[in-house]
């Protein structure tokens, strides 16, 4: 089973921007479909992106389409995520989620919050 463990998060003021990396350990990081979901205080968790393993097709929930990218770097076992044009609504804990054919894997969570 993959290890995730997720880095980058912070404080952006609105309209900034922040990267957040996700590095997995473990498995074979190609073999799996990567996201992205964060959770805000008091709400379920939620959607953000998602990229397959072939790097071929990313998805992305409606309120971040055009803001947020999804990457992936194979040979370096990590996954991206760029947030732009940053506002208080993106403010949340964001997970990197791992799904393969036979286990799926959690990160710790990274605090992304963004400032007026």
């Known amino acids: 089973q993959v290890q995730l463990v997720e880095s980058g998060g912070g404080l952006a003021q609105a309209g900034g921007s922040l990267r957040l990396s996700c590095a997995a350990s473990?498995?074979?990081?190609?073999?799996?479909?990567m996201g992205w979901f964060r959770q805000a205080p008091g709400k379920e968790r939620e959607f953000v992106a998602a990229?397959?393993?072939?790097?071929?097709?990313?998805y992305y929930a409606d309120d971040v389409k055009g803001r947020f990218t999804i990457s992936r770097d194979n040979a370096k076992n990590t996954v991206y995520l760029q947030m732009d044009s940053l506002t208080l609504e993106d403010s949340a804990v964001y997970y990197c989620?791992?799904?393969?054919?036979?286990?799926?894997?959690w990160g710790q969570g990274t605090q992304g919050t963004g400032s007026s």
């Open positions: 473990g498995g074979t990081f190609s073999d799996y479909h």
């Open positions: 989620y791992a799904r393969g054919a036979d286990d799926n894997s």
């Open positions: 990229i397959r393993s072939n790097i071929r097709s990313t």
